[in-house]
């Protein structure tokens, strides 16, 4: 199966999961059918590990391939003060904080992000409600800003907090290691060769391109290392796992 054939159809499989969960609300409270979902994701987890090992990277495309529109989902702007502060300052004050299970916490500004070595990459963003789109990204990895905290050994999972939220709950996603130090997982600052648009999720964006859409997490204000993530929040790992919504681990 190529890599594409591969996209689509974890995709799908995870497009299903999620509507069963939305539609299905006997299901959804059965606790026996909730543990044959986390039963599939930890195969599907497993299996796409082995398929696709720990570096192969995500398909790249060329300029041309890139789509005319690329919709923005999700928050389109954080609703909060100190989001509109920096909007209004062009992100002047931000600072990247990088803490939790490393040795020396950073708090990074834009220009320190840009100073680390700038990965670009055309790649297609594949949305769980069933849209693709192709973009360009660029912005440092974050295997090596990770590098410069002192990441510990003991952390196994790395969370993005973000600075927006839904109702009452903050947004917040999270990766293991795996996928943090992959070559194509970046927190990009440009897109499409132009600063990150606010819908599009500025000034940092998470792209950790061998997964799904929702994975890539905007307004990113914090990085925290961990070693579990089930002590955290609702204990799923990220806003859509923890209401029920979306699988925590969406490779493709």
Excluded at 41 to 67: F, N, P
Excluded at 85 to 98: K, S
Excluded at 103 to 110: D, F, G, V
Excluded at 237 to 246: A, K, N, P, S
């Amino acid at each position: 199966m190529n890599g594409i054939d591969r996209r689509s159809l974890i995709a799908g499989i995870a497009g299903f999961g999620g509507l069963s969960l939305a539609g299905c609300d006997r299901l959804d409270r059965s606790p026996a059918f909730k543990a044959i979902l986390q039963s599939s994701e930890k195969l599907h987890y497993r299996a796409q590990r082995i398929v696709a090992g720990r570096d192969t990277l995500a398909r790249e495309y060329s300029v041309a391939d890139m789509s005319p529109r690329f919709r923005v989902n999700g928050t389109a702007m954080p609703n909060t003060p100190e989001y509109a502060a920096m909007v209004a300052n062009n992100f002047a004050d931000y600072r990247l904080v990088v803490d939790g299970l490393v040795a020396r916490p950073l708090a990074l500004s834009l220009g320190d992000l840009i100073r680390f070595p700038q990965r670009a990459q055309i790649t297609r963003h594949d949305c769980v409600e069933g849209w693709s789109a192709i973009g360009k990204w660029q912005g440092p990895q974050l295997g090596p800003i990770l590098r410069l905290a002192g990441l510990s050994t003991q952390a196994n999972f790395i969370v993005f907090h973000c600075a927006d939220s839904i109702g009452a709950a903050q947004y917040y996603e999270s990766i293991d290691i795996v996928d943090a130090f992959h070559p194509q997982t970046i927190l990009a600052l440009l897109m499409n060769d132009q600063k990150l648009p606010i819908g599009h999720g500025a000034p940092a964006r998470l792209r950790v391109e061998r997964q799904l859409g929702y994975k890539n997490a905007k307004f990113v204000m914090r990085i925290e290392a961990r070693r579990r993530i089930d002590d955290l929040f609702a204990g799923k790992g990220g806003y859509w796992e923890d209401h029920g919504d979306y699988a925590w681990y969406a490779g493709i």
